[in-house]
């Protein structure tokens, strides 16, 4: 069958460069997502609300365990150090000391969390010698987040230029645990004077 020319004649017309180049929006992703039981937006969505709260265990987190930090250092200044966990400080101990001897001042342990009084807290010692040294009045209860230690004695001893660790055991739900490590180096005799050269 021949047309003839000029006849009707159906006319598409172009798609232009805005229709076919169309990307979803935001929202078009989002109900998209939300089909799909996604729990977040996608990426490149309008979340800036969320982006601008600071993320848990941030910089939040280690600006407020440096100020209490230093605000316990300032209620016991120059007694204390850190230990393996930063919520918790102790009191420093002399590099060597004498087996059984009583310290020169009271061993304390400080909170800087919460930690509800009369928890108990319990100090033990060793090293790769000796790995449970024996040690007397090594429990204390905490009030106002301080566990303070009546008269904590190392009796067993370290070993021959060994230092213990001490592990710190704080009897919350579920408990915590510490260390302070190379605290201390107990020998029989203690720290003796240095040997002086006879004089000629």
Not at 79 to 99: D, M
Not at 105 to 134: H, Q, Y
């Amino acid at each position: 069958m021949h047309l003839p020319s000029g006849g009707p004649t159906a006319i598409i017309p172009p798609i232009s460069n805005n229709e076919a180049n169309v990307t979803p929006t935001a929202s078009t992703e989002w109900d998209i997502y939300k089909d799909e039981e996604m729990l977040e937006p996608p990426a490149g969505a309008n979340n800036n609300a969320e982006n601008s709260s600071p993320s848990p265990g941030g910089s939040g987190d280690l600006w407020w365990i440096e100020r209490m930090v230093m605000e316990a250092q300032q209620e016991y200044p120059g007694e204390l150090v850190r230990t393996g966990s930063p919520y918790f400080l102790c009191s420093a101990l002399p590099n060597h000391w004498r087996s059984n001897k009583t310290l020169p001042s009271a061993f304390k342990v400080v909170s800087l969390g919460d930690v509800c009084d009369g928890t108990m807290v319990t100090i033990r010692a060793g090293n790769d010698e000796n790995f449970c040294g024996e040690l007397r009045n090594c429990t204390a209860v905490m009030r106002n987040q301080v566990a303070k230690f009546n008269d904590l004695r190392f009796v067993g001893r370290s070993g021959r230029g060994k230092s213990f660790t001490l592990s710190i055991t704080v009897s919350t739900t579920p408990p915590q645990v510490t260390t302070y490590t190379k605290a201390i180096k107990v020998t029989v005799d203690g720290p003796r004077e240095p040997r002086s050269k006879t004089s000629e």
